[in-house]
């Protein structure tokens, strides 16, 4: 019973961490857009923050929803191989990043691919840091469920 209570603490764990990651990558997303349009907060402008409060778990919706399959593939290796290294997860999340643009470029919409060089750089970017606060708020205890149990005090 207690191997099933550790399955189930160690998806909840990981299912957070996939929020975490999708929070993160969203947040990059609209900064490094912000920037790229010019919008440069002066100190106590609340007009950019109060727009990031929607705007970063809005997007964040989609980044879940887009990243899902090929990063649930990332998170099984990592947690049957029992990578805790950030880098595998870094490298993880600019991999899902490029099955993304893949699947943009496969679908044959032309207003949905992404052509420019700087988007398609920002995405793998936010691939990259989504991967990096996977493994801050998850990755760094894959594969514990694979441990032995500790012995019951009780036995």
Do not use: K, Q
């Amino acid at each position: 019973m207690s191997r099933l209570v550790a399955y189930l603490i160690r998806f909840a764990v990981i299912l957070a961490g996939y929020v975490v990651a999708s929070l993160a990558a969203s947040a990059f997303l609209n900064i490094l857009f912000l920037g790229y349009f010019g919008y440069a907060p002066e100190p106590g402008h609340p007009t950019i923050a109060t727009a990031l409060y929607f705007s970063v778990p809005f997007v964040a919706l989609f980044v879940a929803y887009f990243a899902f399959m090929p990063a649930a593939v990332a998170i099984l290796i990592g947690e049957v191989l029992g990578r805790r290294d950030w880098l595998f997860y870094a490298l993880g999340g600019a991999a899902v990043a490029i099955v993304f643009l893949g699947f943009v470029h496969n679908v044959g919409d032309a207003s949905f691919d992404v052509t420019a060089t700087n988007v398609r750089l920002a995405v793998v970017g936010c691939g990259m840091v989504g991967g990096i606060f996977y493994w801050l708020s998850a990755g760094r205890w894959a594969g514990s469920w694979r441990r032995e149990p500790l012995p019951d005090p009780d036995l």
